[in-house]
């Protein structure tokens, strides 16, 4: 049986990321299709300008919301929504806005290993250490106990990041995402048909029937 192709343009500083994530996991459960899906994980950087030690959180939200005030409302609004959708934000733990190149350098070191159920799981894996447990996802020692964690070599983890591999890799994917007009996420395409947002699982579940649909026609 031929898989379905997901692609999921996401950033581990966007919790509409996660929530999308756990909606299309939802949605793909309650589509009950007799076809396996592929998911592909594609970086982008929203904030490719990040100084790699990040920033304070405070400072960052205050000046691109324009107050404090107005980022702790949206907060509440993503958190409210996260718990419906099965995600703990804790924004009381976060301190500082981190760079997330790295992150997405040890998804391609876990793709490399070509083990999509561990790569899955440190998709969230790396999205709970930050939004729930307030951990700095922009530290490399960070990053390699939670690959540990789920299950990936932790030397390897280290070296591919510390030799700088995937780097390119993560460049050249935001490169052609901004050629293909992709400007937020997260961007999902299903069969080649792209859904923006955090959708509700009742959206790719539909989605995903559709694009069955046409492949059996």
């Not at 007799?34 to 904030?47: G, M, Q, R, T």
């Not at 976060?94 to 159920?117: E, I, K």
């Not at 690959?147 to 510390?162: P, Q, R």
């Not at 052609?176 to 007009?181: D, M, P």
Request: glycine share 8%; proline share 6%.
């Amino acid at each position: 049986m031929q898989a379905i192709e997901i692609s999921v343009y996401y950033d581990f500083i966007c919790p509409w990321c996660w929530i999308g994530h756990l909606n299309l996991a939802s949605g793909i459960r309650s589509a009950n299709l007799p076809v396996p899906v592929s998911i592909e994980y594609v970086p982008f950087e929203l904030n490719p300008a990040m100084p790699p030690d990040g920033m304070d959180r405070r400072e960052y939200r205050t000046a691109k919301f324009g107050s404090w005030v107005r980022s702790q409302g949206m907060d509440a609004q993503v958190a409210a929504t996260g718990l419906a959708a099965g995600a703990q934000f804790n924004y009381d733990k976060l301190s500082r806005t981190p760079n997330t190149r790295l992150a997405h350098q040890l998804m391609q070191y876990a793709l490399s290993t070509g083990d999509a159920h561990k790569t899955k799981a440190l998709y969230q894996s790396i999205f709970v250490a930050y939004f729930s447990e307030g951990r700095d996802i922009g530290l490399p020692g960070t990053l390699v106990e939670i690959a540990a964690k789920t299950g990936f070599d932790a030397k390897a983890a280290e070296d591919y990041l510390t030799q700088g591999r995937g780097l390119a890799k993560v460049g050249e994917a935001q490169r052609l995402a901004q050629q293909h007009g992709i400007r937020s996420v997260p961007t999902v395409f299903i069969a080649g048909e792209a859904i923006s947002g955090a959708q509700p699982p009742a959206v790719f579940a539909g989605a995903l029937r559709a694009a069955l649909e046409r492949s059996a026609a």
